[in-house]
Structures are given as structure tokens and as C-alpha cells.
């Protein structure tokens, strides 16, 4: 048996260690790139599930809302005529429907079963049984942050 | 090539490389029918390791606490890159860490590799095993969803059953009479600080105690070359074995990844503490045996209740697998027979109590 | 002149004054009448314990104050007509022996003030009152409903005029048959109410806003709604199937035709929940009760419900690419959640309906379809992400297999020529 290298024995021997060294070389890097792309933190920044940014200001206007989502429930942004921010859950206590603002009323209604709430939330006509969860707004810079009232 | 050379020289003039690492250069590994069983250790040592990478990255991301606990894992799940990645190789790497490390025991027991004087390796090693089913355990709760919560309420709720320190201890690990948001965060501070801590300092022992003794070779060889000196056959650990090494972690990786991207880790529901348990709780696998042997003692045993005799019965055994290498010294004998006999009887039962308490819904 | 005659007088004064008014009753009262009715048999009796439960025990009054006579005095001394003792009023006097004074205001101010008074007025003007005034006693009076002696609040939720109790009231006479023949009207109202939906909210859901017998036909002026004011009663909670029947061909339709509106499809007491089906040709439509297979309004029905089955299929379609999604471990909960909002589409159509009009339905149903649509893509998008990962997985796999292979290789090669290791490779 042979122990300097011949040619052809060279030439494999380069060729294998190419393979393994390459092979190496790239198993490491598909197993670097997704540890990288990790790293970078995503565009949409976790807040944890008790906070949400629900809205920009100039997004509504006074007298309007919007719903958007917080936790996995739907909730409603009211816009006072007078520019003040109210956020409450927008899943009507009675059999769960969606409700919507009524900027005639200046009232959040049911469209189900004809049920209202005032902007405080509190059940004031119709079958709903209890108000609506009122939630904390707070505006930071140009962003809206709508979170779970905390006992204070 | 040069520069690699230019490297050593440099670590000679400090270090003395050269004088240090000529031990491990002669380092051989004794070769024979049974070698690759030497391969469970490291295969052990290596999804361990993967663990501490995920585990740290997961960290960047996860938030203990009752109420973030959910939502963050969710988070890395759905919005960061390759998070599910990560996410799942943790859980699945964890179930093959543990799966690798019976297996390692097992294997060390039916070669006998436990005799003297490696009697200390094998403890060290089932410490080792009890701080993984120690992790399992603490790390399962910390998704916060609901089949953990309820897992971690019954495990806890057995510990309470110990007889005179079982309260106090179930306390300890609860954080409280109930399973709260405070066990989350205690559980939490227990799989990423305590217990990396214990098994990082238990893993050095074991690695240098293996290192010192060698690998044990099988009585039956090892009498056979004794006699016949010439058939001693040993693989160089550098770079033979190694590289050999290296080719079982590579597989162990292909199959970890498969497992992670075919079948994902799920994020289930979150925990509600006050709402009901769902049907067909049960503990991870590796608490299966145990679990299903406490639900089928009847309730009551003599004076004593069913549940606490199991416990007990459970704890004995634990002791007496600590210290199996002091029943059987030198693997001959009545000792070999005791021990032998307990191994093949111990495998057979945690098998048969698994599927049983798998199919058995 | 303090003599002491003047002085003994006031002594006695006070001595016959503390008597007495430890003598008077405080709390316990000394009621000679509870005393022997106590131990009546029925239907003279009425216990103590009985009548401790009854609203007007517990604002203080007691049998005298509707029955008159004088409690404090025993045997039939305190059913003397000396006493005031009214007796037991006729049934056909119940009502007004009520109405003493729950018709006076003034009086009833005393007790609470937010307590209507028009019971007896309302009463007058119910069936039950006008056949009372003919003559027949047989009809519900004050005490039917709320029982007496131990009469209840409504809202006290063992009271029978409870909302959860009221039908089980009702059905007392009128799921009697026997008791109801020569009245000549049906007596499964309370049979058919009690497989309604809205029977099932009250007592399943415990929705207490859900509608009995009196919601729709009044407490004391209890009457059917007329034929032209079905529509008025239902439209209190479902305003806009109301007014949007309103504005559609079927409402001039219906009054020509004298038909009770609402109940002409969802009938009255066993109003069911409404499906798709009702729109269709077969056995459930209402459609071909009055129109024609194949007119122009079939024909439009027809579209109606094609459309929503259209919507109803494409929800349920986004639902199932979803499930599989998730089932592969793929986090869906986003679309989920926005599958919500179609299923308020579908639900909004199905209001729509009531005005007849192809045009406004479809309306709801397009916007439907875009969110079911947006759902199903977003299924779509998490199947093409789980495909991905796999092809990366692909990848991975391929290239841990050449590191393999290049090992495997490296190490027969190190090994064939090298003589460091021991044996043979």
C-alpha cells in the first residue's frame, strides 16, 4: 500500500477534503442564517398583550372611530367631538356582535338587538345586561397606545 | 495551513500547547462489537448543547409572567424570523436530549461500564439524568398554555404527597398552595439559572471523570484481551473518533430539523387557572410510566394510600438507581445478577407503562 | 299646685302608658289572625311563615291592612264588622281590592315611589278584565299570577311573575285544555314557545332580555298584539329587519292582504331559528306559501339564496385551508379572528333580506366575500409559508447529507493510509 500520494490519490484526497470542507462550510452557514435573521427584531414590536398601539393620531377624526384589534376581541377607538380618546371593547355584552359608534348619538350601538352604551360604557338602553370594559389610552408622540386599565 | 501553524506556535511560547494537548493527541478509544454505544453520551452532551443555544436565544424574546408568558412565545412563533425555528427545536431537542440520555444509561448499565472504578461517573451521570427530567419538568410550564398548566398542577400535586416533607416541598416549587403566575416565574428562574448552573458544574465533573478513567470496555472483551493481548484494538480520539462523533451529530441535527419544520411544536390555548382541565391531561412521556403505575395502584394499600405507596415506592427505586454501582462492584455474580436483572425489568417496565399509558385513554 | 292626687294620676298615667305600649306590637306582632289560620287546613290556611315571605309581611303591613278586622283581638272579635273585617273578597272583586291602593299613587308613594299604579287601569282594558266585567270568573285575576300570602317581587327569582317564571305562569290556564274549551283559542302556545329561540336564550343563556308571554302581549293589559301591530312589538328589539320591512313591497302587501307581518314567516310563539333554507324551494321555504314557483319574485329568492350560500360556502371554505393551516403549525390566529368580520357579513345579508330587494343584499354579500376571500388568502399564504420552510429544510437536509458523505469519506481515507490506527479500517 502506498503512503505518498500518487496523482490520482492527491486528486481525490483534494476533492474530498473540498467536499467535506465546503459541505462544512455550508451546513454551518444554513444553520447561522436563521439564527442571524433571529437576532434582527421584528418591525412589529411585541408590547406583551396587555398594550396595543391601536392607532396615529390625524387616523381618526373628532366624532369618528375605528375598531382594531386588541388581544384576540375586537375593540372600538372613539374620537370625542371634542377630540378626547375613549377605547372600550367593542364586543357587545349580550350576545357578542360587534358594535359600531353612532356619531348622531354620540352613543356605541348594537346593531343586533338595538342595544346602546354612552362612551363611558355603561349599558343604557336595550337588552345588553352589563357595560362595556373601558380601556387606558395614552398618546406618545404621534402613536395611539390603548392598554388594560391597571388598579391603581 | 500556515496560519494554523503560526497559531500553535503561538499558544507553545505561552501555554506549552504542544505538552497539553499531547494526551488527548494519544487519547484512544477502545473498539470493538459493541463501540458505537459509546456515541449516546455525546449525542447526549451535543442536544444539550443546542438547548443552551435556543434556550438563550428564546430568552431575547420570552417574557415570564402570567399574563406575557402566552403572548410572547405567540410572538416568536408568528412574527420573529425563524422564531418557530428556534422554538420548535428547543421542545424537540429537549425530548431527545432526555430520550438520549436513557438510552446512555441503559446502555452503560447492560455493558457494565458502571463498575469500579467508575462508580462516581455513574452517579454523576444520574444526577445528570434528574436535572434533565428537572428541566423537562420546569421548562414544560413555561409556554403558559393550558395542557401545561394543568401537567404542572397534578406533578406538583404528587410531590405534595410525600410523606412529612412532601407539603413543604410542593410549596417550595409552586411558590405557594397553588399553581400561579409566581410558580411560572420560580419555575423560570429554576430553568435558566439554577439549573444550567447545577448541571454546567456536574458536566465538568462527569466529562473529567470520564477523561480520567478512560472508556470502559464490556467485561467480556476486556477478558478476552486480556488473555489475547495482540487483538486490543483502540480508534485514535483525534481525529478518527471525532470526526466519527461529529458524523452522529450531524445526523442528530438532520433529525432534529426535520422534526422541528415537519411537525412543529403547537402553542395550544392559554392557561386559564380558573377554568376547567381538559379531558386527557397527562404528563410529558418521560413522566408517563410514573404517572400511569400512581393511576392504576388502587386507592388504598393496607393502611396506607395508594398514591403515597407508589411515591414511595418510586423514590426507593431512584436511590437504588443512584447507587447501583455498590450492588454489583464487579459485575460477577449475585451482584451481576441483581443488577442485570433490575436493568432488563426497569427497561421493560417504563416501555410497557408508556405505550399502556398512551393507549389506555 | 302639685297635689298628690295630680302626682299619683301622672304615675298611673305613665304605668297604664308603659303597659300598653309594651303591650303594642314592635316587631313580632301579636296576630290573633295568623294565630288560628295557622292551624287551619287549606284554603283557610295561611302560616306564619307563609305569609313572612310576602312583600307586603315585609314593608309592615299585615292581614289586617287589605283584609281589615283587628289582629290584636282574639277569636272571631277580630273578624267583626265592628273591626273593619272586610272578609275574602269575591274573585270578581280581587281586582279593586288590589287596586285600594295599588291605584294610589299618594299611597303607594309611601312604599315606592317608582312603583306603577296603572295595574287596574291597564287591567280593565286586558281580555281578561273586559270578560271579568261580563261576568266570568274563570279569567285571570290579581292572585292567579301572583299568588297570594306569599306574594314575591318580579324581581325576586322565585316569584311567578318572574321573567324566567312568566310562561310557566301563562301555561297554568292556557295549556289547560280543558280548562280553556269553550274559549275556543289554541292552548299550545306555551308548548310551541318553549322550543322558540327565544325561550332558549332565556333559559339556556339566562338572557333575561329575551321575550315571554307579557313582553309581547303586556302584564296587565294582557291582549293579543293586533294584526297590524305584530310588527311594532317585534321591531322593539329587531329594528332593522323592521325597517327595512318598512320600506319593502311585502309591507303594503301584507296590510291589504290583512296579514300579521313578522309571524306570517316566523310564526308567533314558536319562532325558530331562521336558516338559509327558508329562502329555498323546499320543505322549509315560507317563499311558496303565497308566490309561485318560478315568478319573478321566486326567481329573485332564488338569486338570494344562491348568494348566500355563496358566502356561507366561501366562509367555511377559508375556515377549513385555516384549520389545515394551523394544523401544520402554522399561526393563523389573525385571519381568524378576521373571519369574525365575515361571519357579521353573512349575518348582516341575512337582516337584509327583510327588505326584499336583490340588490342590498348582495351589497353585504360582496363585502363578505372580500373578507372570506382575504381569509382564504391568508390560509393560502401560511400553506406557501409551511411549504418553504420545508424546501429550507430541504436544503439543510441535502447539505448535512454531503457533510456526511464528505466525513465518511475523509475518515476511510485517513484511515486507509494512515498506520496510526491501530486496525484495519
Redesign the interface.
Known amino acids: 500500500m502506498a503512503t505518498d500520494d500518487t496523482p490520482t490519490l492527491h486528486t481525490r484526497r483534494r476533492l474530498i477534503e473540498t467536499v467535506l470542507g465546503g459541505g462544512l462550510l455550508a451546513s454551518f452557514v444554513s444553520f447561522l442564517y436563521p439564527v442571524i435573521r433571529y437576532l434582527i427584531p421584528p418591525r412589529v414590536v411585541d408590547l406583551g398583550g396587555d398594550q396595543v398601539v391601536a392607532a396615529k393620531v390625524g387616523d381618526l377624526k373628532p366624532n369618528g372611530a375605528k375598531i382594531f384589534r386588541f388581544g384576540t376581541r375586537p375593540a372600538l377607538l372613539v374620537m370625542t367631538a371634542q377630540g378626547e380618546y375613549r377605547a372600550l371593547s367593542a364586543v357587545c355584552t349580550h350576545l357578542g356582535c360587534t358594535v359600531q359608534y353612532r356619531g348622531d348619538l354620540h352613543e356605541i350601538w348594537c346593531a343586533c338587538h338595538n342595544g346602546f352604551y354612552d362612551l363611558n360604557g355603561r349599558n343604557v338602553s336595550g337588552p345588553p345586561p352589563r357595560p362595556l370594559d373601558v380601556f387606558q389610552v395614552n398618546v406618545r408622540g404621534d402613536e395611539i397606545f390603548v392598554s388594560r386599565k391597571r388598579e391603581s | 495551513m500556515a496560519g494554523l501553524a503560526r497559531a500553535r506556535e503561538w499558544l507553545d511560547e505561552r501555554f506549552h500547547w504542544a505538552e497539553l494537548i499531547a494526551p488527548l493527541k494519544k487519547k484512544t478509544v477502545p473498539r470493538h462489537k459493541l463501540s458505537p454505544w459509546y456515541f449516546l453520551g455525546g449525542i447526549t452532551l451535543f442536544f444539550f448543547m443546542i438547548q443552551l443555544c435556543t434556550g438563550i436565544l428564546l430568552l431575547l424574546y420570552y417574557r415570564p409572567g402570567a399574563n406575557e408568558a402566552f403572548e410572547s412565545v405567540q410572538y416568536i412563533m408568528t412574527r420573529v424570523q425563524f422564531g418557530w425555528l428556534i422554538r420548535s427545536i428547543h421542545s424537540w431537542s429537549a425530548n431527545l436530549m432526555i430520550l438520549a440520555a436513557f438510552a446512555h444509561m441503559f446502555s452503560v448499565l447492560f455493558l457494565r461500564a458502571y463498575r469500579k472504578p467508575r462508580e462516581l461517573t455513574w452517579v454523576s451521570g444520574m444526577l445528570l439524568l434528574f436535572l434533565a427530567l428537572g428541566f423537562g419538568f420546569s421548562g414544560y410550564l413555561l409556554p403558559w398554555n393550558t395542557l401545561a398548566f394543568f401537567a404542572t398542577k397534578v406533578g406538583t400535586q404528587i410531590t405534595g404527597q410525600v410523606p412529612v416533607v412532601g407539603h413543604p416541598l410542593m410549596v417550595f416549587l409552586r411558590g405557594g398552595e397553588d399553581v400561579t403566575g409566581a410558580t411560572l416565574t420560580r419555575f423560570f428562574g429554576f430553568h435558566v439559572a439554577v439549573l444550567p448552573g447545577i448541571t454546567a458544574i456536574l458536566i465538568l465533573v462527569h466529562l473529567a471523570l470520564v477523561q480520567y478513567f478512560g472508556m470502559s470496555v464490556p467485561p467480556g472483551v476486556e477478558a478476552r484481551w486480556k488473555e489475547h493481548p495482540e487483538e486490543a484494538r483502540g480508534t485514535k480520539f483525534f481525529p478518527n473518533f471525532f470526526l466519527r462523533e461529529l458524523m452522529a451529530w450531524y445526523i442528530a441535527l438532520g433529525v432534529l430539523g426535520t422534526l422541528a419544520a415537519i411537525w412543529p411544536w403547537e402553542l395550544g390555548t392559554k392557561a386559564d387557572p380558573f377554568g376547567f382541565a381538559p379531558a386527557g391531561i397527562r404528563p410529558e412521556w418521560y413522566f408517563m410510566f410514573m404517572f400511569q403505575t400512581l393511576k392504576e395502584i388502587p386507592a388504598k394499600l393496607w393502611f396506607m394510600d395508594g398514591e403515597v405507596v407508589g411515591i414511595l415506592v418510586f423514590g426507593a427505586a431512584g436511590a437504588v438507581w443512584l447507587l447501583l454501582p455498590f450492588f454489583d462492584p464487579v459485575a460477577k455474580g449475585r451482584g451481576r445478577k441483581f443488577v442485570m436483572g433490575a436493568g432488563v425489568f426497569a427497561l421493560a417496565y417504563i416501555l410497557a407503562m408508556t405505550v399502556y399509558g398512551y393507549l389506555a385513554k | 299646685m302639685d297635689t298628690l292626687q295630680s302626682r299619683i294620676g301622672r304615675w298611673a298615667a305613665g304605668l297604664i302608658l308603659g303597659v300598653t305600649l309594651c303591650a303594642l306590637p314592635t316587631g313580632a306582632q301579636q296576630n290573633s289572625c295568623i294565630d288560628c289560620h295557622g292551624s287551619l287546613d287549606p284554603p283557610l290556611q295561611v302560616t306564619a311563615d307563609q305569609f313572612a315571605s310576602d312583600i307586603h309581611a315585609q314593608k309592615g303591613l299585615n292581614c289586617a291592612s287589605c283584609h281589615g278586622g283587628d289582629p290584636t283581638k282574639a277569636d272571631m272579635d277580630a273578624m267583626s264588622k265592628k273591626a273593619g273585617f272586610r272578609g275574602k273578597p269575591d274573585r270578581k272583586q280581587i281586582p279593586e281590592f288590589c287596586g285600594r291602593c295599588h291605584s294610589d299613587a299618594a299611597y303607594m308613594r309611601q312604599y315606592n315611589p317608582s312603583l306603577r299604579t296603572d295595574q287596574l287601569a291597564q287591567y280593565k282594558t286586558s281580555i281578561h278584565g273586559q270578560r271579568l266585567a261580563h261576568g266570568d270568573t274563570k279569567v285571570a285575576v290579581c292572585i292567579d299570577c301572583h299568588s297570594v300570602h306569599g306574594i314575591r317581587p318580579a324581581s325576586d327569582t322565585r316569584s311567578t311573575v318572574n321573567p324566567l317564571n312568566v310562561a310557566q305562569t301563562c301555561s297554568h290556564c292556557h295549556s289547560n285544555a280543558e280548562y280553556m274549551k269553550e274559549y275556543k283559542i289554541p292552548t299550545d302556545q306555551f308548548a310551541k314557545y318553549s322550543k322558540s329561540v327565544h325561550h332558549e336564550a332565556m333559559t339556556v ?1 339566562g ?4 321575550p315571554t308571554c307579557t313582553t309581547c302581549h303586556g302584564n296587565h293589559g294582557a291582549a293579543p298584539p293586533g294584526v297590524g301591530s305584530v310588527r311594532n312589538v317585534c321591531s ?5 329587519q323592521s325597517q327595512m320591512f318598512d320600506k319593502s313591497t311585502h309591507k303594503a302587501a301584507f296590510e291589504k292582504a290583512g296579514l300579521p307581518g313578522c309571524v306570517v314567516c316566523h310564526s308567533n310563539h314558536e319562532v325558530k331559528h331562521p336558516s338559509d333554507a327558508m329562502l329555498s324551494t323546499g320543505a322549509q321555504s315560507v317563499c311558496v306559501r303565497c308566490h309561485t314557483p318560478g315568478d319573478r319574485c321566486d326567481q329573485a329568492t332564488a338569486a338570494i339564496h344562491e348568494n348566500l350560500l355563496r358566502l356561507d360556502g366561501a366562509i367555511k371554505g377559508a375556515d377549513a385551508v385555516l384549520a389545515v393551516a394551523e394544523s ?2 402554522m ?1 393563523v ?2 385571519a381568524r ?1 378576521n373571519q ?2 365575515a361571519r ?1 357579513d353573512l ?2 345579508a341575512r337582516v337584509t333580506i327583510h327588505s326584499f330587494r336583490k340588490e342590498l343584499v348582495n351589497q353585504d354579500i360582496e363585502a363578505g366575500l372580500k373578507v372570506a376571500a382575504a381569509n382564504l388568502q391568508a390560509g393560502k399564504d401560511a400553506l406557501k409559508e409551511r411549504d418553504y ?2 424546501v ?2 430541504a ?3 441535502f ?13 476511510r ?5 494512515s ?5 484495519a479500517a
Do not use: P, W
Not at chain 3, 236 to 240: E, I, L
Open positions: 343563556r338572557d333575561l332580555s329575551a322593539t328589539c329587531h329594528v332593522f401544520s403549525g399561526e390566529s389573525e379572528l369574525d368580520q357579521d349575518t348582516k420552510r420545508r429550507g429544510l436544503i439543510s437536509v447539505l448535512i447529507l454531503i457533510v456526511l458523505l464528505g466525513l465518511r469519506a475523509y475518515i481515507m485517513i484511515e486507509r493510509n498506520n496510526t490506527s491501530e486496525g
